[in-house]
């Protein structure tokens, strides 16, 4: 399993835009495909965008479409999250997810290794 850190969190006005970063260790990176989920205070955790291995295919979810794009830099074995237009309902703790398989998942439980999180603020 990879190792997952992620970075790029903080506190933004609403408007404003954030890029979360997530880099993996301890596996070939390009074997992965990659998620973003995330959990609001007092909701379960749910998906955001997943990515490829090789970054050709996207998917996400209807609440990020048109502000959030996921994309992958296999030679830095980092997924980012570019973040726009940021609303206070997306105040929550965003993680990235790593799978074994060509396209990954919406679903959690499809994912192998797990970052710590990072806190996303939004305030009105």
């Known amino acids: 399993q990879v190792q997952l850190v992620e970075s790029g969190g903080g506190l933004v006005q609403a408007g404003g835009s954030l890029r979360l970063s997530c880099t993996a260790s301890?596996?070939?990176?390009?074997?992965?495909?990659m998620g973003w989920f995330r959990q609001a205070p007092g909701k379960e955790r749910e998906f955001v965008a997943r990515i490829s291995r090789h970054g050709g295919t996207t998917d996400s979810a209807g609440s990020a479409k048109g502000r959030f794009t996921i994309s992958r830099d296999n030679a830095k074995n980092t997924v980012y999250l570019q973040m726009n237009s940021l609303k206070p309902e997306d105040t929550a703790v965003y993680y990235c997810a790593a799978a074994a398989s060509m396209y990954g998942s919406r679903r959690q439980d499809h994912y192998d290794s797990w970052g710590q999180g990072t806190q996303v603020t939004v305030s009105s």
């Open positions: 301890g596996g070939l990176f390009s074997n992965y495909a």
